[in-house]
């Protein structure tokens, strides 16, 4: 890929990022998918799509008796960010968690994943006490930015991986096994 491919790809990911989050959504949904139906072809992947994006949110996946509410977060392989926002109400959700989907640049294909949240059905560790994130793009008279009280910065660092997707279905859900 040429500087000049790579540079209108990029401008592409932050100008079309809900669209580009959507597909990396299905995708991740369908490897999910084909890995249980591999394991156990009774098993079956519930998907429910959040309707409004308030709650901190994109998806809930059910397994067994299992549910995540899972908070999406993508980026392309060769720029992981520093930290991820997530809100403190979705951090007290029983079996909330954020992953952090990387994918390649030229096609996005997921590559690997990051998984921060604790076991299912239960809330992720307390974030309270990290740094609160600044709203980007909106600044007071004085031009300073807002600062988003109800966020949380989780640094990449403290989220497991990089995982496959097999090691994160296996963090998602730890209860189903390969037959």
Known sequence: M???????????????????ENVLCHALVADL???????????????????????GFDI????????RYVQLKQAHEDK???HCS????FSNLPGSCVVLMSHTL???????????GGAPNEPMSN??????????GRRNAAGERKVRT??????????????????????LFPVIHDA
């Open 2 to 20: 040429t500087p000049t491919e790579r540079d209108h790809r990029i401008k592409a990911l932050a100008e079309r990022s809900s669209y580009i």
């Open 150 to 171: 109800n966020y949380r910065e989780v640094p990449v660092r403290q989220f497991q991986g990089p995982l496959s997707a097999t090691e994160l279905l296996d963090v």
């Open 33 to 55: 998918s084909s890995l249980v139906w591999r394991r156990d072809p009774f098993a079956a992947l519930q998907v429910f799509n959040s309707e409004v994006d308030d709650s």
């Open 80 to 82: 992981i960010p520093p």
């Open 106 to 116: 030229a096609d996005l294909r997921l590559t690997k994943f990051r998984f921060f």
């Open 60 to 67: 809930v996946l059910g397994l067994g008796t299992q549910i």
């Open 86 to 89: 997530v809100r403190l109400s």
């Open 127 to 136: 974030i309270e006490a990290m740094r609160q994130p600044k709203a980007p």
